[in-house]
């Protein structure tokens, strides 16, 4: 019997996250076989392949080999190879993960040549028309055939923009899978030493965690002086580790920002190195979409630099606090957390490491011929 195959597509480092997860459960459930495809976003040995080396994600079927430019120029070259893949030996659906530029590229270039789409981690909603990955969910979700959502605040934007609540599928989270799937490795290793986090964590006791990459915190110098008179005075009472995104890192020597030497800029982490310093934080201060499901997931306190989130449960639900960027409230998180005074909230209901194997079951359901 011919199985049905589906593209699952990644291309950033979050999107490497969510694909492991489904990976496994197709493994186990054996209906549907799979095609790996690579876009190619995100380029460089720290951001890709120890990711998938550290995951467990074989390699992949396809490189695309994209590489970098504008959201423009790289959403082209994507669209351009994967349109020549597609035609060339066409799957049965394509899966895209997350709000990255391949997840729209591909969602566009599946659609038009009548392939189905399945969009996990579909609903989730901002509201900010300034973040680029506001706009790749909403065109994915436009053309999207099913919508597997994190939280019900998902389903509930995707029935108010008038989607077919019978391909609406809440079903938890694979970055939840990913993260308790990962963290019950680190916890049977007896030596943590190779990891380039373990000596910080031996030089302090207790610590924070700071992440930061959102242009709009980073690419100005008004933003990233304003968040740095939060953190230094924060740093001062909790040191902090900084793995320093490479364009952060460049604008912090062009604006001569100076974060003061209880702040401890390190270079990116891989996956399992940087698990291994935030699962133990005091707090975690970021704008990552990503930190704020994993910190809930874990349960460990985090405050959000951003005036929105698009995902609400980890507030709601969650460890997760919105701070805004002002230094007044950051300060104010922060030294709730550091004083044992913040809230460690719970890990949602669906977030139980089984959300790979929910989606394979509809998929497959759907797709498997008799």
């Known amino acids: 019997m011919n199985q049905p195959c589906i593209d699952l597509v990644a291309g950033a480092r979050p999107n490497f996250m969510k694909i492991a997860p ?6 186990e459930d054996g209906r549907l076989r799979w095609r790996l495809v690579h876009t190619g976003q995100h380029y460089d040995r720290d951001m890709n392949d120890v990711f998938f080396e550290e995951l467990g994600i074989p390699t992949p079927d396809v490189r695309l080999g994209a590489g970098g430019g504008s959201h423009a120029a790289q959403t082209a070259k994507i669209m351009t190879a994967y349109e020549e893949l597609c035609q060339h030996d066409r799957p049965d659906a394509v899966v895209v993960v997350g709000d990255v530029n391949s997840t729209l590229a591909c969602s566009i ?57 019978a391909r609406v599928h809440d079903v938890g989270h694979v970055m939840a899978d990913n993260v ?3 963290a019950s490795k680190l916890a049977a290793m007896g030596d943590t030493s190779g990891y380039e986090t373990d000596a910080f964590k031996r030089r302090h006791a207790r610590y924070g965690v700071l992440t930061l990459h959102r242009p709009s915190n980073v690419d100005s110098a008004e933003g ?24 952060t890192r460049a604008n912090l020597e062009k604006f001569g920002i100076d974060l003061g030497p209880a702040i401890e800029l390190m270079p990116p982490q891989a996956y399992m190195s940087f698990l291994h310093l935030w699962k133990d934080a005091v707090v975690v201060l970021t704008d990552s979409g990503g930190l704020q499901e994993e910190t809930t997931v874990l349960g460990v306190p985090c405050v959000t630099l951003r005036e929105n989130t698009e995902r609400p449960i980890t507030v709601d639900e969650g460890s997760n606090e919105l701070a805004g960027t002002e230094p007044q409230r950051v300060i104010e998180l922060a030294m709730a957390a550091i004083e044992g005074r913040c809230k460690h909230g719970r890990r949602p209901a669906l977030w139980d490491g089984q959300a790979a194997r929910r989606i394979v079951a509809v998929l497959a359901q759907a797709l498997a011929r008799p």
């Not at 489904?22 to 493994?27: E, M, P």
């Not at 038009?112 to 065109?139: F, T, W």
């Open 22 to 27: 489904i990976i496994r459960a197709l493994r």
């Open 109 to 165: 270039v599946a659609k038009k040549l009548c392939i189905p789409v399945a969009h996990v981690e579909a609903g989730l909603r901002s509201g900010d028309m300034s973040m680029p990955e506001e706009i790749n969910r909403l065109v994915t979700d436009a053309i999207s055939d099913w919508f597997f959502v994190t939280e019900p605040s998902g389903a509930q934007h995707l029935l108010r923009e008038g989607k077919d609540a």
């Open 224 to 247: 990233l002086a304003r968040l740095a008179a939060s953190l230094v005075p924060i740093s001062q009472k909790l040191p902090l580790a900084f793995p320093v995104h490479p364009r």
């Open 180 to 182: 308790l799937f990962q």
